[in-house]
């Protein structure tokens, strides 16, 4: 176990009883409680964690949180772990496992860092211009390139880590809780309001604890900390620490996302899904530190001057031994302060200004830290920071600085993703050189340093204003008082003049020094932004979308404004002109474990079982979901195959009886003085007509003139009647009543209600089938044999213990004798039972879906979802005549629509193949000529196919352009998608092949 | 998410809802409409910047219908009533007058 060489003995927020392990590529390390994955690191002394994306340049951790671009971990080994970790944002953890990704063999020796050598010739949009030729290569090349692209690997198995998801409501949300937020904070919650204050970090605080800030008596670290246990300890306000608020969506909706691994207990989720809506939401969030762009900027060793301040002060950690600080702001002075007093040797401080004001040089004075002013510097090349060179203007002189640390900072770029996703706009301030935040679209404001604000007292001033517009949107009354005394930190008392320079170093863009990284993440360098210039990618979307700038894991959180300057300046145009690209949510990536929450496998959706499930599993029976519902697809017996066992079933209701579970049909009951006016106008048959006792089978359609469904009315009585529609259409034609009921004809005298769950049916079909319900029949006078084919009956059946009341309608789906039971559901299972034990001496066999599909193609009926596809009318189906010329129901105008009686449409028709051997298959294509090829060959689908044991080959029904006209035509079927490319030959047929009188469904 | 206030059960999530269709795909009156009419309202309507007339079915809530006004840039929502109530306002549109 190695010594943290670089962690100070005191200071910081890290808990030095409680003590880490861990390991990083199999070293085992030390950190304590408090740290992130970074800040152990640089403890100790782990200077590379990672090879960049595209060259495979050592990386080092560049930043201090959600914005890092290279610091990117696997955490976790084995089955299961969790790629391109920011080291930044994790919290250690006892026992973490981490692993360096992006490189091959090893962290320290990486092969593809060959393409370091390759750059001259990988320019931006090499792979787009080289690998596009020959095109039928591609799969090739494709092979090869994902294999050494990408940004980490995902894990091969889900792990055990579970996520959940909540909904919330408050009255203020926070997003953000540095001093402007906690200032909002604190003054909002003694008003007794709702208050949420999330963070991204492990800790309450922001800048103040990475900062030697003072308030009053007390240190930033103290404030902060005090702050956060008066907040926990009231119960209107919600603390989420380790929470990235990551979109801000319409209507005040803003999600977050929760990390509770450090702090879990064993029975709780390794993440959590906020939906917070909240009555105002006050954007707290901050800004975030820019590189400069100058020759090998990108080096371990080099950070963000704020991150080296945040390691020291925040965790006790020295990011280094001999520093250089470079800068064109101020706020870095405090760097090269709180480096030497923390026994860093600080060799310079190199700015990038001409004017730099007293305070500035005062710090540098006490300290004496050498300063160069308006100079610049340039990095020397190798695996890792060495020395700096340092140029001042104006003179030739070179002064080459030793230092393993190099603290940079190009200025602070408000972070404006939650407000711009929010909908509000954003200005150019500048005098601040950065895009501030405009007007908000929402309930929402902003405060802080998100606002180009960077004193401390201006912060923390910002936010009690906010708090105080908040409460008066709210209507809360609000102390004004400031809850701090004056606030300071080192150099933060002058704004400085701030030089707007992003690009420094001699040399021009093509410097043969070193490249010029303007993302780290995507490895685009300066060098690639003039091309994608001068290839005319001049549109910041488009200069995105072609060099990959700040795309990515960290969506350029520190490269898009230094990328878009850079722009500007090659547009020759000021930077508002050239505007930003778009902010979207997540503003940190969102593992899609977290977005999938608890909603997994058999948690996905409800499963619907029928009364009669039990029953089915007794017997074998194989399911198949039909939408939400189980539905037994045919029941295997010992010693069957699938196949015979439908086979078996189809031939039982033909030759003899067979049962069906039909309980899962859509069943509507309508009453009122105006049904038969209601049904009239949404069928398109005559149904005022249909006499009590008597049932009438028919589409409906939509608007539009498309069938909607396919379904049976039955007259119960004068002025009531049983409907049932398609099990997957139910919801659908239930709101589509609803609607016209409550909406449309909100006159008329009709009661609808859902009966689907009241009643279970089955369907007793087959020549021997009546014998089978007959003797069920409570009353004997009351015979079937009198009930016409297409007639209703209600009845009661002998149950175990008592009657069943039942509606019997004799109605056929399968073209044999049959009639369909509905009883109430109680006495579903028990029907089941009782038929089966009934119907045991003349064959009754249970039949699944399968079965019903195989007898209803021979039969030519349609299904609503195969036939009936939302495409077609009721003519395509061949159901002319059905439709009335004497009323108007809905679809009847669209009807009239040119296109809609022209030739050339699809319509169903059956198909035989001309060998018996050839089996058919739904979703085949239907081509006219066996050789023809491509889309526009297709003159039509097979939509339904099954094996008919009655002809002993397939049977199909299908769409095919102008098919009626084309019966007795060969053509041909390709099932394509699954691979069988040889045509085979087919005879158009009428849709019925079997009994085609009807004989036997009337019998 | 959108967020729409259902008169019988107050602020809901847009996942209890369902969009159903354009206040104005409505017709005035079956028996009697033209089917040049009919087939603007249902296929031709302009989709003009600025708040519509929306039927809305508070599908997994109260299965209320409810008429809408929002915007559909700024998805803002200016009014939301129960459709029985004084019967349907239909947006006039060019397609429809």
New interface residues.
């Given amino acids: 176990m190695s010594v943290q060489r670089y962690r100070m003995d005191e200071g910081g927020l890290i808990d030095r009883d409680k003590p880490f392990s861990f390991s990083f590529n199999g070293k085992i390390l030390l950190g304590y409680e408090g740290d992130t994955l970074a800040s152990a690191l640089l403890a100790n002394g782990q200077r590379t964690v990672a090879r960049s994306f595209k060259y495979h340049r050592p990386r080092g951790i560049y930043s201090s949180g959600s914005e890092e671009p290279n610091a990117l971990l696997q955490v976790g080994l084995g089955e299961s772990w969790e790629p391109n970790a920011r080291a930044s944002q994790v919290l250690l953890e006892e026992g973490m496992a981490l692993t360096s990704q992006n490189h091959w063999p090893s962290l320290r020796f990486d092969m593809l860092s060959v393409n370091s050598l390759l750059s001259p010739i990988m320019s931006t949009g090499f792979y787009n211009k080289t690998f596009k030729w020959p095109r039928r290569f591609w799969p090739v090349y494709e092979a090869v390139l994902r294999n050494v692209s990408g940004l980490g690997r995902v894990a091969k198995s889900a792990g055990s880590d579970r996520y959940e998801q909540v909904?919330s409501h408050c009255d203020i949300l926070i997003v953000g809780a540095g001093p402007a937020g906690l200032a909002a904070a604190i003054t909002l919650a003694r008003t007794g309001a709702s208050i949420m204050l999330v963070d991204e970090a492990g800790r309450i605080g922001g800048w103040l604890l990475r900062e030697r800030a003072t308030l009053g008596d007390e240190s930033g670290q103290q404030w902060a900390a005090r702050l956060r246990n008066d907040l926990a300890s009231r119960g209107n306000v919600r603390l989420l620490e380790q929470t990235t608020a990551f979109g801000y969506?319409?209507?005040?909706?803003v999600a977050l996302s929760e990390r509770l691994c450090s702090k879990r207990q064993t029975d709780q989720p390794a993440e959590r899904l906020w939906?917070v809506?909240a009555r105002q939401v006050i954007l707290a969030t901050g800004s975030i530190e820019r590189p400069l762009v100058f020759a090998n900027n990108d080096l371990p060793g080099i950070m963000l001057a704020g991150a080296a301040r945040a390691y020291l002060n925040q965790f006790a950690v020295r990011s280094g031994e001999r520093a250089v600080v470079y800068t064109n702001n101020d706020s870095a002075y405090r760097s090269a302060a709180d480096l030497y007093d923390a026994g860093v040797r600080v060799a310079a401080l190199v700015d990038t200004r001409k004017t730099i004001t007293t305070a500035c040089t005062e710090i540098l004075k006490k300290r004496n830290i050498p300063l160069f002013e308006n100079a610049t510097l340039t990095a020397s090349s190798g695996s890792r920071l060495r020395s700096v060179e340092v140029v001042c203007q104006g003179s030739a002189d070179r002064t080459k600085l030793d230092c393993d640390l190099l603290c940079v900072s190009g200025g602070w770029t408000p972070t404006l993703h939650l407000h711009a996703q929010s909908?509000g706009t954003s200005r150019f301030d500048a005098d601040l050189d950065v895009f501030v935040p405009g007007t908000a679209?929402q309930r929402s404001l902003v405060a802080g340093s998100v606002r180009g604000l960077h004193r401390l007292s201006d912060c923390l001033d910002d936010g009690l204003r906010a708090a105080i517009d908040v409460a008066d949107r709210l209507g809360l009354s609000v102390e004004t008082a400031k809850p701090w005394s004056d606030a300071s930190m080192d150099g933060d008392d002058s704004p400085g003049e701030y030089q707007p320079q992003t690009r420094t170093g001699s040399g021009g863009f093509r410097s043969n020094k070193g490249k010029q990284f303007v993302d780290l993440q995507n490895d685009v360098t300066a060098k690639d932004v003039v091309q994608a210039h001068r290839e005319n990618y001049v549109s910041v979307e488009h200069l995105k979308r072609y060099t990959t700038l700040g795309m990515g894991t960290d969506q350029g959180k520190t490269s898009n404004l230094n990328g878009l300057k850079m722009l500007a300046r090659l547009r020759d145009e000021p930077v508002p002109q050239v505007g930003t690209t778009t902010f979207r949510p997540p503003y940190t990536p969102v593992t899609l474990a977290l977005l999938a929450g608890r909603s997994c496998d058999r948690y996905l959706a409800p499963t619907r079982k029928t009364v009669m499930h039990a029953g089915h599993e007794a017997m074998g029976a194989k399911f198949d979901f039909n939408g939400l519902w189980l539905r037994p697809q045919c029941y295997v017996r010992a010693g069957e195959s699938v196949d015979t066992a439908i086979r078996r079933e189809a031939l039982a209701v033909r030759e003899r009886a067979g049962l069906a579970d039909i309980s899962t049909l859509g069943k509507f009951e309508i009453q009122g003085r105006d049904c038969a006016e209601f049904l009239d106008?949404v069928y398109v048959k005559n149904l005022s007509g249909l006499a009590v006792g008597r049932a009438r089978q028919g589409p409906m359609l939509r608007?539009?003139g498309m069938v909607l469904d396919d379904g049976t009315v039955t007259r119960l009585e004068e002025s009531h009647y049983f409907i049932t529609v398609s099990t997957g259409h139910t919801e659908h034609v239930l709101?589509h009543f609803?609607?016209l009921l409550?909406?449309?004809?909100?006159d008329l005298d009709v009661n609808l209600l859902s009966v689907t769950e009241q009643w279970a049916g089955v369907a007793l079909a087959g020549p021997e089938s009546r014998e089978v319900l007959q003797p069920l029949v409570c009353d004997s006078s009351h015979s079937l044999s009198d009930l016409p084919y297409m007639g209703y009956t209600n009845a009661e059946l002998r149950g175990r213990d008592s009657v069943i009341p039942a509606r019997i309608i004799r109605i056929s789906y399968s073209g044999e004798l049959a009639h369909e039971v509905y009883v109430p559901s109680r006495a579903g299972a028990e029907l089941w039972e009782i038929l089966l034990e009934q119907g045991g001496q003349s064959g009754l066999t249970p039949y699944g879906m399968d079965a019903m599909d195989v007898l209803r193609i021979e039969k030519g009926f349609i299904a609503v979802g195969a036939e009936a596809d939302g495409r077609i009318t009721p003519g395509d189906l061949g159901f002319e005549r059905m439709v009335s010329k004497t009323k108007?129901f809905v679809g009847w105008?669209?009807l009239?629509?040119p296109a809609l009686n022209e030739q050339g449409r699809l319509q169903v028709v059956g198909l035989r193949p001309l060998s018996d051997r050839d089996r058919l298959r739904e979703g085949s294509e239907l081509i006219a000529n066996p050789g023809d090829r491509g889309h526009d060959a297709s003159i039509g689908h097979v939509s339904s196919a099954g094996y008919s044991p009655t002809f002993d080959r397939s049977v199909a029904l299908a769409l095919v352009r102008d098919g009626r006209h084309r019966l007795g035509e060969t053509i041909y079927s390709v099932d394509a998608a699954r691979g069988k490319e040889r045509p085979v030959a087919v005879e158009i047929v009428a849709t019925c092949s079997y009994d085609l009188n009807g004989e036997r469904m009337r019998a | 998410?959108?967020?729409l206030t259902c008169p019988w059960c107050g602020p809901r999530?847009?996942t209890e809802f369902?969009y159903?269709r354009a206040a104005s795909?409505?017709?005035a009156d079956?028996?009697s409409?033209s089917?040049e009419v009919?087939?603007k309202r249902?296929?031709l309507r302009d989709d003009d910047i600025g708040f519509h007339h929306e039927?809305w079915?508070h599908?997994l809530g109260c299965?209320?219908?409810l008429q809408v006004e929002r915007h559909n840039l700024?998805?803002e929502?200016c009014r939301v009533e129960a459709?029985?109530r004084g019967?349907?306002e239909r947006q006039e549109e060019t397609g429809t007058s």
């Fill in positions: 909904q969506y319409d209507h005040n909706l939906r809506r909908g679209k106008r608007d539009d709101q609803e609607f409550d909406v449309a004809w909100p108007r105008h669209a009239k629509r | 998410m959108q967020q999530a847009q369902e159903l795909t409505v017709e079956f028996e409409e089917t009919a087939l249902i296929f039927i079915h599908v299965r209320g219908w700024t998805h929502i459709c029985r019967g349907l």
